[in-house]
């Protein structure tokens, strides 16, 4: 094995440089001091890195880079033991290495590294100590960003920009779980030509598109749109709506169908406005974006959809333990019509809030619901909980955007949806969804109330919006009762939570006032009709959620003031029992000519 170059003075092999550094390695962990000086640890890293350089490659050379560059993630993380004597020393060599040895130069070489492990170590490496560039002094490595802008802006698909891909990436997500909002504004300002300059260079996609670049792009783009809902000053922060129409192309023709999914899912979460939900610490600051960034991915999502865009979107079956299934309807993908469905859902809010086009939106709706699959249920508003109930959260957000639909519509003479059934011909009858709803649930009162008390969904600015019209509209109610009470599907559509556990135990607290609830449910009056079996289920479920958040009010185990919630659930009582009122004075009425023929 050929000699590695002296080291302090030392002349080190291969093999002896790799057990020193895993002497190093050791100490970081018991974070105890190594015999090594700072200077030398420094120069110990530096000379591991260069080993490919002084020798021919081979596994052992591999590993020795590998080891080097693990140690090297550690001296950073090191920086901040509990121990100053350690952290200090650990600083100091950090110092050394990339003032004095310029070690961020090795580092950025090895990005386009064939050996793909080495590759991604340095990647890591070289993030490691941006970020704690950053967070020392609040400036980013020239080097790094010279690196990664050349990338972004002339390299072809490849190791190099994935890896300056990965460790932006890397970069942005540290900074935003830890809420660091100058930083990533400066790491944002630093890189917002070039990320701009990328993304129209790779999109749209095409079937020729590089995956692995792909993955790394969508990622970004989420990111950037995940820092544009606390603050928006880079203009790279709304380039997932500005390239809407580009990024509808990579759902409908990706390479890979995991890539439409990615960027279905993409679209829809900044439709939402909750863009990196799953990795930042309690979904990020939410913020609505400027009315100008949500109108342009509105109008390219809703221009899509007039153009045809729906029926091109690949929609596999979806996958299990078991294999495969070939029928939409029983295993369709359902994360990706959710996605889709959601997308075109709030788009088309936003569309009906600035514009009086009620026509247009019910034409967006109904072909939204010819590709979710029109065709396999008898009523349009029953696709809603058809394809939104296994995931609670998305179904809620499709629920109050439907509501928030039907209500700008209404004012829409044009349409009259205050008549008959011409809401549902657009399926966004809010009715008929929220007693979809209950039946999914099995008008369980229980489920209501983990939805309500759960911070995952927003059933309570949902429910707190439908009863509010519900005050306004109980003869639709009980309209839509009728229809959903003859319909085939009643018992169709369980949502994911009705599986018979709750989040609260239910079963040692005094059932006192849900057992008046449940008698009162069933001395409803509303006939033997499947119909007024609906409305006696529904308004009794209804009525025994208010006693028991009540119940629950009251010993101080709800978790925040519901007055405003008891008062509208309240309201549906009182709408319940006029209507049984009206109903006794109508049957007394109509049954008395009968009685005077019998007397005469």
């Given at each position: 094995m050929a000699a590695a170059p002296a080291v302090g003075g030392a002349c080190f092999t291969?093999?002896?440089?790799?057990?020193?550094?895993?002497?190093?390695?050791?100490?970081?962990?018991?974070?105890?001091?190594?015999?090594?000086?700072?200077?030398?640890?420094?120069?110990?890293?530096?000379?591991?890195?260069?080993?490919?350089?002084?020798?021919?490659?081979?596994?052992?050379?591999?590993?020795?880079?590998?080891?080097?560059?693990?140690?090297?993630?550690?001296?950073?993380?090191?920086t901040t033991a509990p121990t100053p004597e350690v952290a200090s020393f650990y600083r100091l060599a950090l110092k050394v290495l990339f003032e004095d040895m310029d070690a961020m130069s090795?580092?950025?070489?090895?990005?386009?590294?064939?050996?793909?492990?080495?590759?991604?170590?340095?990647?890591?490496?070289?993030?490691?100590?941006?970020?704690?560039?950053?967070?020392?002094?609040?400036?980013?490595?020239?080097?790094?960003?010279?690196?990664?802008?050349?990338?972004?802006?002339s390299s072809p698909a490849g190791p190099k920009l994935d890896t300056c891909l990965w460790s932006l990436n890397f970069v942005l997500k540290r900074l935003l779980k830890d809420n660091s909002g100058e930083l990533v504004r400066a790491v944002l300002t630093a890189f917002d030509a070039s990320v701009s300059t990328l993304a129209s260079r790779l999109l749209p996609v095409g079937a020729a598109s590089d995956v692995d670049t792909l993955c790394q792009l969508l990622e970004l783009l989420e990111l950037l749109t995940a820092s544009s809902e606390g603050r928006a000053y880079a203009g790279c922060q709304m380039l997932?709506?500005?390239?809407?129409?580009?990024?509808?192309?990579?759902?409908?023709?990706?390479?890979?169908?995991?890539?439409?999914?990615?960027?279905?899912?993409?679209?829809?979460?900044?439709?939402?406005?909750?863009?990196?939900?799953?990795?930042?610490?309690?979904?990020?600051?939410?913020?609505?974006?400027?009315?100008?960034?949500?109108?342009?991915?509105?109008?390219?999502?809703?221009?899509?959809?007039?153009?045809?865009?729906l029926p091109s979107v690949r929609v596999e079956s979806a996958s299990f333990f078991g294999g495969t299934s070939g029928k939409r309807r029983e295993g369709g993908d359902g994360v990706m019509l959710r996605a889709v469905g959601l997308l075109v859902i709030k788009c088309v809010e936003h569309h009906v809030r600035s514009a009086a086009a009620g026509a247009e939106a019910c034409g967006y709706l109904q072909a939204l619901w010819s590709f979710l699959g029109q065709t396999e249920v008898v009523h349009t508003c029953r696709l809603m909980t058809r394809v939104f109930g296994e995931q609670d959260d998305d179904m809620m957000e499709a629920a109050k955007a439907l509501l928030a639909i039907f209500l700008q519509l209404r004012e829409d003479p044009s349409l009259d949806f205050g008549v008959g059934d011409a809401a549902c011909t657009c399926g966004c009858n809010p009715h008929c969804h929220f007693l979809s709803l209950l039946q999914s649930v099995a008008f369980d009162h229980r489920v209501l109330l983990d939805f309500l008390i759960s911070m995952e969904t927003c059933f309570l600015e949902y429910l707190v919006r439908y009863l509010k019209y519900l005050r306004t509209d109980w003869q639709g109610f009980t309209a839509a009762c009728q229809r959903v009470g003859v319909s085939p599907e009643s018992d169709s559509g369980q949502v994911s939570t009705s599986s018979g556990r709750s989040l609260v135990d239910?079963?040692?607290?005094?059932?006192?006032?849900?057992?008046?609830?449940?008698?009162?449910?069933?001395?409803?009056?509303?006939?033997?009709?499947?119909?007024?079996?609906?409305?006696?289920?529904?308004v009794g479920c209804l009525t025994k959620l208010r006693l028991l958040v009540d119940r629950l009010q009251t010993k101080k185990m709800f978790p925040y003031n519901a007055e405003s919630l008891l008062k509208l659930l309240a309201h549906v009582d009182a709408c319940e029992g006029q209507n049984r009122k009206d109903s006794n004075i109508q049957n007394s009425s109509s049954s008395q000519p009968i009685l005077q023929d019998r007397w005469v």
């Open positions: 291969a093999s002896e440089l790799q057990d020193s550094l895993s002497e190093v390695y050791e100490c970081s962990f018991h974070a105890t001091l190594p015999r090594h000086g700072a200077v030398n640890l420094a120069g110990l890293i530096v000379r591991g890195v260069r080993a490919q350089e002084e020798h021919d490659g081979g596994g052992n050379v591999v590993e020795l880079t590998c080891i080097s560059l693990t140690v090297l993630g550690r001296v950073v993380t090191m090795l580092l950025v070489a090895n990005f386009a590294c064939k050996d793909q492990l080495i590759r991604h170590m340095a990647g890591k490496s070289a993030s490691s100590w941006v970020l704690y560039q950053l967070r020392m002094s609040g400036s980013v490595s020239l080097t790094w960003q010279q690196t990664c802008e050349q990338a972004f802006l997932v709506h500005t390239h809407a129409a580009a990024l509808m192309a990579a759902v409908s023709c990706s390479p890979r169908y995991f890539l439409s999914k990615h960027a279905a899912l993409l679209l829809k979460r900044a439709a939402l406005h909750k863009a990196g939900e799953d990795w930042l610490a309690g979904g990020g600051p939410a913020r609505e974006h400027a009315g100008s960034d949500v109108a342009s991915l509105a109008r390219a999502v809703l221009n899509g959809v007039a153009g045809g865009w239910y079963d040692t607290s005094d059932e006192s006032e849900t057992d008046n609830a449940e008698g009162t449910a069933e001395g409803l009056d509303c006939g033997n009709t499947a119909a007024g079996g609906t409305l006696a289920r529904a």
